[in-house]
């Protein structure tokens, strides 16, 4: 048992259940500020209270869906074996994953609100189910799960240039596959 428990790294209840909360906290405010930009034009906190008018309901809906989603699927999750052993590095990718789109929400709002409302809706949920499938140290999860967080990286980077804003849809694409390739190949013991 102690040979088991040295190949990975062992992470107790609580702190799962601290590290998840954590995480969606930081997502639900992420949702606030992607609802707001979509339904009421701005991220600017007098634009949400004061002039959003019926909208606000529809941002409050769409931040407490992703609260009550994560509330949900951690309380699951840390409770799960099968994520015991890979959860360290999932973890470490969904906080990188989360601040990249959370740093762009902030500089580039109008452009990637509606990626970031798409991404919070599901799909990083999606990722983390998927990663406890092969839980095997192999080359090809390596590659996917630093190659993906590159590529999310440069697909969040073009909406800074100008020349590639004809690209809408193919990057949405590409940053919803790169996300959830990403949470994948996190998804191996050490």
Known sequence: ????????ERVELSHKALLLTASVIVKT???????????CGGIDP?????????NVAYVAGSTAAV???????????????????IFARLMKADFIMTAMY?????????????????????MWILGMLLAPF????????????????????????VHFIPAFEELGSSTTLGMMVSSVIGMFGSGRVK
């Open 1 to 8: 048992m102690r040979e088991k428990e040295t190949r990975y």
């Open 29 to 39: 405010f992420l949702m606030a500020i992607s609802s707001s930009q979509v339904f």
């Open 46 to 54: 007098s634009t949400l209270f004061l002039q959003c008018g019926v």
């Open 67 to 85: 609260a009550i989603m994560g509330a949900m699927f951690g309380y699951y999750i840390v409770r799960l074996k099968t994520f015991e052993q």
């Open 102 to 122: 959370f740093g762009v929400a902030f500089s580039a709002p109008t452009m990637v609100a509606g990626k970031v409302m798409i991404w919070l809706f599901g």
């Open 134 to 157: 092969n839980r095997e140290r192999t080359v090809l999860k390596q590659v996917a799960e630093y190659g993906s967080l590159v590529a999310l990286g440069a697909l969040l980077t």
